[in-house]
């Protein structure tokens, strides 16, 4: 299960949500791990925000995550992406039922639009919409634990 987001909480989402795959074990078949795009880039030493040190940014945790499902794990992946053909290609790649897409976005300034992307690609197939604009984290959380339950990515 994947984690997609532009600056909208995706780590705080994403931690959140590894929290419960984890405590929940009664809905979880797996270990669960959590990769967050900010940690990746120190692991990583990649700085590089222009459009080639995205695509390294995003081929290095994909890299990750099929290592770690391969190894029959389960990773919730706080990064933005903003290439759609990346996301879409990684779905193929992993498969649709190994996979879930979230577009966790907002409308407020948040304080990291320096590192924004202008030409981000919005999903068009296979996620879940998830506007943080007006919630907090907690009923964000909650309506992305109801979409999942809802289509039976983890069980109620």
Not at 26 to 51: A, I, M, P, Q
Not at 120 to 148: G, M, R, W
């Amino acid at each position: 299960m994947v984690h997609r987001s532009t600056w909208s909480r995706k780590t705080v989402l994403g931690t959140k949500l590894h929290t419960f795959l984890k405590t929940e074990k009664k809905n979880w078949r797996r270990d669960v791990f959590h990769l967050d795009g900010d940690n990746l880039r120190e692991l990583t030493v990649n700085k590089d925000y222009s459009e080639k040190g995205r695509i390294q940014n995003i081929r290095n945790a994909q890299m990750i995550i099929e290592f770690i499902h391969n190894n029959e794990c389960d990773v919730v992946v706080s990064l933005v992406a903003p290439y759609r053909w990346l996301r879409e290609e990684f779905k193929e790649k992993i498969g649709l039922d190994n996979f879930q897409e979230l577009f966790v976005h907002t409308t407020e300034k948040r304080g990291k639009e320096k590192f924004h992307v202008k030409n981000y690609e919005q999903p068009t197939t296979e996620f879940l919409d998830v506007d943080t604009t007006k919630d907090n984290p907690d009923k964000s959380f909650s309506k992305i634990i109801n979409k999942l339950i809802s289509l039976e990515k983890i069980n109620n």
